[in-house]
């Protein structure tokens, strides 16, 4: 059920331009869940909303319930279909150097393969979107972590802490992931609003086997993005209509 005051953002006309996709942490969402288009993929949770001023909601989105669809008569694929290709043509990925983000500064690093940057000396990244809103459900569209893989050349660690944006590192050898979540969790409970945290999980994303996977001990990889050649299913995400670091410093200022 869509609260009383937010029924104004809701026409009886079916409308693509605000519409986005957001994720959220699936257990403690679960009952607002139950009433609502969405997947799960591991402790996440995507879900379907519009756009709205911060005023009027501190996540900038209200999510669309399954009484809107019944409404509009619009079909859960076509919704997918329509927010995940609105949020490529009104709201694209934005990545950052994580210096960049801490000095306030706006510059962003180009994920085509033409643009030539030197980032061999930056050890972490911020990816988002235009707008810094709801920046994390990036990390479920598989061009953009394609693109982003090759720009950092490796392999990814990804730290999903707050519903704005996510933490990327490339991999290395040896890297103690246990730590890394221990890091997650302490930033989450010491320097993120609870309405923005996401995770204390860490993910991982295989650059040549194009997975995205939580990281688990001793546990294959599971394919959480789309492949474009597995139907209508995989069509539901992919944008194109076809679906030691200080990090508590570091996210108080996020």
Not at 13 to 24: F, N
Not at 213 to 236: T, Y
Request: a negative charge; aromatic letters at 6%.
């Amino acid at each position: 059920m869509v609260l009383q005051e937010y029924k104004d953002y809701f026409t009886d006309v079916y409308e693509t331009d605000d519409l986005t996709v957001a994720v959220c942490n699936a257990e403690a969402n679960h009952a607002q869940l139950s009433d609502m288009p969405h997947e799960q993929w591991e402790d996440l949770a995507l879900y379907y909303g519009v756009r709205v001023p911060l005023r009027v909601n501190k996540n900038g989105i209200i999510a669309i319930h399954n009484s809107q669809l019944e409404a509009w008569g619009i079909s859960e694929a076509q919704l997918k279909k329509d927010a995940w290709e609105n949020m490529e043509k009104k709201y694209p990925a934005v990545l950052r150097t994580m210096d960049d983000v801490l000095c306030g500064m706006c510059d962003s690093i180009s994920l085509e393969p033409e643009a030539e940057e030197s980032l061999a000396g930056d050890i972490l990244f911020v990816l988002t979107n235009d707008g810094d809103i709801q920046g994390a459900a990036c990390m479920f569209d598989r061009k953009i972590m394609e693109k982003t893989a090759a720009k950092l050349d490796s392999n990814l660690v990804i730290l999903p802490c707050s519903v704005d944006e996510i933490i990327i590192m490339r991999e290395t050898e040896g890297m103690d992931m246990e730590s890394m979540k221990d890091m997650v969790r302490e930033a989450n409970e010491t320097a993120v609003k609870p309405e923005k945290r996401l995770s204390n999980e860490v993910y991982h994303y295989n650059r040549e086997s194009q997975m995205l996977s939580m990281v688990k001990p001793a546990q294959p990889e599971q394919d959480l993005l789309p492949d474009r050649s597995a139907g209508e299913e995989a069509q539901n995400y992919d944008c194109d209509g076809q679906n030691g670091y200080g990090m508590s410093g570091m996210m108080q200022q996020l």
